[in-house]
């Protein structure tokens, strides 16, 4: 079942839809795309798993269930979460993505604290036992223009981000394993390459996060280039943008509904890094608010030059989307469910065509 025919079931019974996404007993699952999946491409279910108080052991969250979950639909790995776990558990997740020819990238956050390197390690160790070869995390907490409030509150959390990763790479390095920094609404090009260049580690280079620096007043083309030296991980996104009084609206749309160039930008990363593994991170929620026209977006970042403010509204309005963006919390909780599954769905078939993953 294609998006199209997903969406125009939307006003149907959504059990009739779910019982049509499982696979049929004796069928094979969808051919797989070398894309992953990211665990924050359901948000909508978990919330709903828990409000039903599913038992947490067959939750989406549970790496097994999710890595299960991803390769009945065609998925070839995984990004998510994977805890502290033992190996009674660890080993068998293992041996299960292997045997399915699917990958696992984990998720942790690093130890800002001097208390929580003992957990930092032990995730690392977790996640190595699973067979990652990469984690993806955050340098800096929220976005930028929410999170901060003056240009010198900014560099405190910057310098405290550099000191952190100074902790955790000879972390990282002992478990051979990546630190992948997702560009996270957070740095602009050159502040975080010169973080990147300071460290000068294998052990840690960038999740590369196709449209997060669109909030920055980035050119996502650009951003893709800057970074694919120094990719280690991807989050493949896509995304519609439209003006607002405040600056303007971006929503998440499935692969190839937006308006980035993904061909252009897989390619890019391919031929710098050509075993650089693809996830998908596709957020089914209400479009985020860019207030790019208030005076409380620049607090943290007064030297960007106005050239930079019209020439990104002016790619806003070449780019701008025709009909209103989707308000996805509106929707009755059922739609709201069918819509994450149809989604994610639908951005594996663009990986697999044509993006060719």
Request: net charge positive; charged share 30%; glycine share 6%.
């Amino acid at each position: 079942m294609n998006r199209r025919r997903m969406l125009q079931a939307l006003g149907g019974s959504t059990a009739t839809m779910l019982t049509a996404w499982a696979p049929a007993r004796g069928d094979t699952s969808p051919a797989c795309a070398g894309a992953g999946v990211c665990m924050y491409s359901y948000r909508i279910r978990p919330q709903d798993e828990r409000r039903k108080k599913i038992n947490p052991s067959e939750r989406l969250r549970d790496p097994r269930v999710f890595l299960r979950h991803c390769h009945a639909i065609g998925a070839g790995g995984v990004q998510t979460d994977l805890g502290v776990r033992d190996t009674a558990y660890v080993k068998p997740l293992r041996e299960e993505a292997e045997s399915r020819g699917m990958f696992i990238e984990g998720i942790v956050g690093l130890p800002f604290e001097a208390k929580d390197v003992q957990r930092f390690e032990a995730q690392l160790r977790t996640a190595r036992e699973a067979g990652a070869l990469v984690v993806r995390t955050v340098m800096l907490p929220g976005r930028r223009y929410e999170r901060f409030k003056a240009l010198e509150e900014f560099r405190r959390f910057v310098e405290r981000g550099r000191r952190t990763l100074e902790r955790a790479e000879p972390i990282a390095r002992r478990h051979r394993i990546v630190l992948a920094l997702e560009n996270h609404k957070d740095q602009r090009i050159d502040e975080r390459l010169a973080v990147l260049e300071a460290l000068d580690s294998e052990h840690v280079g960038m999740c590369v996060d196709t449209a997060n620096s669109i909030a920055m007043l980035e050119d996502p083309m650009k951003v893709v280039r800057a970074y694919a030296p120094w990719a280690r991980s991807v989050h493949l996104k896509d995304q519609r943008v439209r003006r607002c009084d405040e600056g303007f609206l971006a929503a998440d749309v499935p692969l190839g509904h937006g308006v980035l160039d993904l061909p252009q930008m897989v390619a890019a990363l391919k031929q710098s890094r050509p075993d650089l593994r693809f996830t998908i991170e596709m957020h089914t929620r209400d479009p985020l608010l860019v207030p790019c026209l208030t005076q409380g977006y620049w607090a943290a970042m007064p030297d960007v030059p106005a050239s930079v403010l019209a020439r990104h509204m002016a790619w806003v309005r070449a780019n701008e989307a025709k009909e209103p963006l989707q308000e996805v919390s509106q929707l009755p909780v059922e739609k709201q469910l069918a819509l994450e599954e149809a989604n994610v769905r639908a951005s594996l078939a663009y990986c697999r065509e044509p993006l060719g993953l």
